[in-house]
C-alpha cells in the first residue's frame, strides 16, 4: 500500500470514528483500534499508540466546550488522577511483558462491555448528604449551576472510587483507550456524583491520564508519525462536527446501531487475539 | 451563601481561561501535525507503508531530542510528530495551570496533589521501558 493511499483510508476512519464517538460518548479510541488492526492489518502496538492520541485529541477537544459550562469538579479530576496517571504507567509496563494476542482480547472485552454501557440506562444517584469523611477532608464535595439555582452534591465511597480509577487507569494505558465506561461506573455508581459533573470531570481526566501513558508509548516507538497524523487530523474534525450535531440531534436510535457494530468489532477482536491470525 | 456565589464566580473565570488553553492547544497541534502531512506526503506520497509487524527501533522520532533534530531539518514526520507532542503536552498544561489557580486559592492540599500529578507524568517522560 502507498503512503497516499494509506493516509486516505485512515484518515476517512478516523474523521468517522470522531464523528461517532463524540455522538454516542464512547471516544475516538475503540474505533480506531479495529479499524487499523482488523481493517489495515496494522500490529496492535502501532494501533494503540495512534489510539491514544485520538483519545487526547476528542478529550481536550470536547473538553473546551464543556469547561464553559462550568460543571467541571477540578478538584475531584485531581484527586482521582493521582490513581489514574499512576495506574495508566502500570498499565504500560504490563502491556510490555504480556502476549499482544491476550492485549487484543482483553481490548475485545472492555469493547463489549462499553457497548453495554452506552446502552445501559443512567441512573442519578446524587445527593446532599455529606457523610463521607474522606470527601469532606479532600474538599471533593461541590456544587453546580441548574434552572432552579446552584444545586450542592455529596461525595461517597472515596476509598471505592479511588480504586475503580486504579482500575480504569491500568486498562487506559494497556490498551490505549480513554476507559471512559469504567470511570463513569467509578463516579457515577460508586462516588455517587451528578451526571453533569462526572461527564465532564471524567473527560478533564481522559486527556490526563492518556497524557502520561502517550509519553512512554513515544518512547517504546509505538507512535508512529504516518499513522498519527491522519488519525489525529480525522478524530478532531470528526469530533469537532459531532459536538456540533450532538446539540441538535436525539442519538438514542444511533446508540443501538453503534452498540451493535461495536459488539460484531468486539467478538472479531476476541477471535483474532484467540486464533493468532 | 454569598460567598459561595463569589467562589462559583472565581472558577467560572478559570475555567473559562481553560477552555480557552485546550482549545488552543487542539488547534495549534492540529495545524502543526497538518502542516507536517503536507510536507510528508508531497515528497515520499507514493513510497509504500506496511504495518503489519511491530519493528519499534524502525519507529521514526520517538524521542524528543530526535523530534527537535528532525524539526531543524524541516523533515515532515518530525514535524508531525511535534504537533502530536503540543497535543500531549495539551492537557498536562492543564495540570499545571490547576495547580496555580490552586496556589492562588490558597488551597496548598490541592497544590501538592496537583504536584503529584505533574510529578507522575513527568516519570513517564523519562521512563524506558523495554520493548
Known sequence: MTVLLFTI????????????????????????IPLLTLGLGVDIHYAIGASIISVIATSSGSAAAYVKEGITNVRIG???EVATTLSAIVGVVIASYIKADYIIVIFGLILLFSAFMMLKKKIDHSNNEKTSVLANYFKLNGSYPTENGIKQYAVHHVVGGF??????????GLLGIGSGALKVIGMDNIMKIPFKVSTTTSNFMIGVTAAASA?????????DPAIAMPVTIGV??????????LIKTKTDKLKVVFAVVVTILALQM???GLTGS | MSKQIKHYLGDKDVQVI???LLRVGVILSTAVVLLGGIIFLTTQ????????????????????????????????LAIIQFGVLLLIFTPIARVVFSIFSFLMEKDYMYVIIGTIVLCVIITSLYLDIAH
Open chain 1, 9 to 32: 483510508i485512515v484518515l476517512i476512519g478516523a474523521f468517522l470514528a470522531g464523528l461517532l464517538g463524540s455522538l454516542t460518548g464512547l471516544g475516538g479510541g475503540v474505533i480506531i
Open chain 1, 78 to 80: 485531581m484527586f482521582l
Open chain 1, 163 to 172: 480504586a475503580m480509577m486504579f482500575v480504569a487507569g491500568t486498562l487506559s
Open chain 1, 215 to 223: 509519553l512512554v508509548y513515544l518512547h517504546k516507538g509505538q507512535i
Open chain 1, 236 to 245: 478532531i474534525a470528526g469530533a469537532t462536527i459531532g459536538a456540533k450535531i
Open chain 1, 270 to 272: 476476541i477471535y483474532k
Open chain 2, 18 to 20: 481553560l477552555g480557552t
Open chain 2, 45 to 76: 506520497s507514493n513510497h509504500s507503508v506496511s504495518f503489519s509487524e511491530f519493528k519499534p527501533e524502525q519507529t521514526k522520532f520517538s524521542s524528543v531530542a530526535e523530534i527537535i533534530v528532525g524539526l531543524k531539518n524541516m523533515d515532515g
